[in-house]
């Protein structure tokens, strides 16, 4: 009997030091939906069912529970010329209580997906990435399983949204001579300026003018929108493919950008990097080694956040059921010079104008009902805020999905005079 080993995970976008990184050129290769790309999907996105779901009387003969679990992403790559590779998921956590999600990549290596919190009940999003060996990779097309345990479910799911293949290339790439880009190397300048980093791409400027866009993505601690279970590790997530909360974007030379500090807890041994791309070949990115030993500025306040005390477990709303939670904050609101409220749901439809409240008060964090995550930041007015409990509530009339409250939950950053 042939045996497959179980893979340590190893996540590239690390939640603890930085860890020691060279810049280098990655040629991206996304899932696409479609027999033609050979993915034959029963449903509009991509689902994985645990093995209970196909005979169970209710759920069985849902389109949904026709998927098999496996996706296939074209990957024409001559393997003797990369020099290492990644797997990057943007994934739907799936129904609460579903347990040990994972991925097989063309039948040799498991890979556990973390658990952060589908398992234990909660309403989960997240994005992680895999350090693969290149060994796992064949040129051409690569098929990838994606399994799951039933748990403490009512029935064990969860969406694939978007999946990636990173193939890391060789600096002598034939791929790189023919884009002209054989002999680039970008790197990060960042210089701090009271609240804020001030950032700029640098390079020769025969590279630079390959540039069409810079995102600049920072490692700090902060609230935990990526869903990863870390408050320290590299901020952002993607959604359809584009950044959600990286630090900023820039469009045109120099590529500079600001970092603002003004909401972030103070901290040392913060880190910036930058995704590089190209106009004539959007496939190609670059990823700079981190700019590293940056700080917040020291300053007569503080900044802290405030979570949920305790989270319900699952932090959804449907049918017109009502779900409660409490913000401790320990300060007079007549001391706070700045309120931030940070929620991220999956917006499944509310039927109700706004189902969101904080202290009895609406707060926009959910879009047109698309399913999809929402990450909002909302400015609040102090007054708004109460010293001690300050309650959230949440409330969908929708009889099928409603509203989930994705982990960490809803939390409030406060700056204080």
């Given amino acids: ?3 497959y080993r179980r893979a340590a995970l190893a996540l590239v976008l690390c939640a603890c030091a930085v860890t020691a990184e060279e810049g280098r050129f990655w040629r991206l290769h996304w899932f696409e939906p479609g027999p033609e790309h050979g993915n034959f999907m029963a449903n509009a996105r991509f689902r994985v069912n645990s093995p209970e779901a196909v005979l169970h009387p209710s759920y069985g003969r849902r389109p949904e529970v026709r998927s098999s679990g496996m996706l296939q992403i074209h990957a ?5 010329q990369l020099d290492a590779a990644e797997l990057y998921l943007e994934l739907w956590g799936g129904h609460p209580g579903t347990a040990r999600k994972r991925v097989t990549l063309n039948g040799r290596t498991t890979y556990d997906i973390p658990e952060t919190g589908t398992a234990a009940r909660n309403c989960t ?23 799951c345990d039933q748990g403490s479910s009512f029935w064990g799911h969860f969406i694939v949204e978007n999946a990636c293949l990173r193939a890391g290339l060789r600096p002598d790439h034939p ?43 920072g490692l700090y601690t902060g609230y935990d929108e990526n869903g990863s279970g870390s408050a320290r590790d590299w901020h952002g997530f993607t959604k359809r493919r584009e ?9 045109s030379a120099p590529f500079a950008a600001t970092w603002d500090l003004s909401m972030l807890p103070d901290q040392q041994d913060m880190a910036v990097r930058a995704l590089v791309r190209f106009a004539k070949h959007p496939e190609l990115v670059y990823r700079t080694a981190p700019a590293e030993a940056l700080a917040t500025p020291a300053r007569r306040g503080a900044v802290r956040l405030y979570p949920v005390r305790e989270l319900p477990r699952p932090f959804w709303s449907r049918a017109g059921r009502k779900v409660t939670a409490e913000i401790d904050l320990d300060v007079d609101p007549a001391r706070i010079e700045r309120a ?8 499944g439809g ?11 008060q609406p707060v926009k964090v959910t879009g047109s009902g698309r399913h999809d995550v929402i990450y909002t930041v909302t400015r609040l007015d102090p007054q708004q805020l109460k010293r001690g409990a300050n309650r959230v509530e949440l409330l969908s009339a929708t ?14 950053a406060v700056r204080t005079r």
């Avoid at 931030?340 to 917006?347: G, I, K, M, R």
Wanted: charged share 15%.
């Fill in 243 to 251: 950044p959600v909360a990286y630090i900023n974007r820039a469009t």
């Fill in 175 to 217: 791929a790189l001579e023919e884009a002209g880009l054989s002999d680039c190397r970008f790197s990060v300048e960042a210089s701090p300026t009271g609240e804020s980093i001030g950032l700029r791409l640098k390079a020769a400027p025969a590279c630079l003018a390959a540039v069409s866009a810079v995102d600049y993505q």
């Fill in 1 to 3: 009997m042939k045996v």
């Fill in 350 to 360: 509310a039927e109700n104008p706004v189902p969101f409240t904080l202290n009895g």
């Fill in 76 to 80: 024409p790559e001559d393997l003797f």
């Fill in 125 to 147: 999003h997240q994005y992680p990435t895999f350090a693969l060996k290149v060994a796992d990779l064949v040129n051409g097309y690569n098929a990838l399983q994606f399994a």
């Fill in 340 to 347: 931030e409220l940070h929620v991220v749901v999956w917006d």
């Fill in 399 to 412: 009889e099928h999905h409603g509203v989930e409250v994705l982990l960490p939950g809803p939390t409030i």
